[in-house]
């Protein structure tokens, strides 16, 4: 494998999307062989079936898996991975990291009711996972990748907004690091981050919807298209609507992700 980390997309599409597309989750595998899920949505043991089926290799040992929020194409997978470990004697408890409460929203409003109980045991997050509490902005590390959490505005409730955590890969690699948006409006703070970022990262992923009308839950198309030439030319586009009509590499971007694309730092 080239370089010190692969990231494999699994899926690229929207939260609405097909099997052609599947629910944006990545796969990064480390130097030593070690998975990471970023994010593990509803269709992750078809989406990571496809994966292993295209390159002729058993499903992998899920090592850790991040969570950037709780919406269902992010964390809806991952009842069927606390049972596929809990069950199988020769997997060890995956990691699990969230940023402040976030695995304790997803443990009492997402998992507890599927997962909780097993014959006489009330089951815990800890009987599945090793949670791991981090923090934003504050590095953490996993198999000698670095990651930076980021705070970005998803879902703008008056009552209780909603964020999601994207990530700098990689990040004490300047050059070889990746931007990875996760789902996010397109704001001030997402173009600041994204602007701070640029010089020092060798491609953005970034969340992108592409319907012709706007829902205020993610970047559009057309607002990423007021972004600056330099930036524009290092942003691969995912997380889009079925069949997407737009051209973005005529618009200055990379393009759209495929699903199963591969990139190495």
Known sequence: MDGSIKIDFLGVGSAFTTQEYHQPNLLITALNGKKMLIDCGSDIRFSLGEWCEQRNSNTPTIDAVYCSH?????????????????????????????????????WDKSLRGGVEYIDDKVMTLSDYFQPKVISHLKPFSWEDIQFIPLKFLHVNNSIKPMYSYGLIINSDSDGDSFFFSSDAKFT???????????????????????????????????????????????????HHNPHPKQKPCEDGFLGFVEKGQSFFS
């Open 70 to 106: 709780a919406h269902a194409d992010h964390i809806g997978g991952l009842e069927w991975l606390a049972f596929d470990t809990y069950f199988n004697p020769n997997i060890k408890k995956p990691l699990m990291f969230g940023v402040g409460d976030l695995l304790e929203d997803i």
């Open 188 to 238: 001030k703070n997402l173009t600041q981050t994204i602007k701070k970022w640029e010089p020092k990262v060798k491609y953005i992923f970034q969340d992108t919807e592409t319907t012709p009308y706007r829902t205020g839950v993610h970047a559009h198309y057309d607002e990423l298209c007021t972004l600056p030439d330099n930036i524009r030319k290092k942003m691969w586009l995912y």
